[in-house]
């Protein structure tokens, strides 16, 4: 039974909710459009209608992750203003995430999603810092206040690129397991991520 027509918004975020779950599942590289439109419930050209190829597809995956990140952190911001209550609300939401969403780790750190694409890596790691300066921005306002100890580990300029690596390598020992197939995609036109011009260079977040 064919899904029924909804808002342009909600039906690209089901298909790259789709996507992200199949490429979990199967890996990015057998990842088709054929494949996401099935699940769906849609008939291909339907899907094309939203994303042109299946590097869009990827490139929506990697900007709907990055926008449920920031908007736990937005979350956290209105529903409490004490630092260590918005970092525990934030934990819940991180883990609720990844848990509700498992695909998430095998995606983002698979040799396929940035195969040919250095832009799309260093964009990413250049948006999780922004994310994690966010996350160090509380913890300061915590210490300013006294409710968090001033000698906390603070967030380093490379501590993304060497968290990005590690997880990168314990991603790839497991994937050698499940995938033993090489994941590779041409090279194809960089895209310009719209949260990295959102979010990177964003000033302090107001309370």
Known sequence: MRAKKTETVVRQEQILQ??????GKEGVCKLSIAGIAERVGIVPSALYRHFKSKDEVLDGI??????????????VRKQT????????????????????NPS?????????????????????????????????????????????RKDTFPMRKNHVERRMATAHRYDNSIRMRTFP???????????????????????????
């Open 62 to 75: 990697l900007e709907l992750l990055i926008k449920r990140l920031f908007d736990n952190v937005s979350y």
């Open 181 to 207: 197939q090489t994941e590779s995609r041409p090279s194809e036109q960089p895209r310009r991520y719209q949260y990295g011009t959102l979010h990177c260079a964003h000033p302090r977040e107001p309370d």
């Open 81 to 100: 203003r004490e630092p260590l209550k918005r970092l525990e609300i934030l934990l819940i939401r991180h883990v609720r995430l990844l848990s509700e």
């Open 104 to 148: 998430i780790l095998y995606v983002v750190f698979s040799d396929g999603i940035f195969s040919g694409q250095p832009e799309r890596k260093a964009g990413v790691a250049e948006i999780m810092k922004g994310y994690l300066g966010r996350i160090q921005q509380i913890i300061e306002e915590g210490i300013h206040e006294g409710s968090i």
């Open 18 to 23: 789709a996507a992200l779950d199949l490429a």
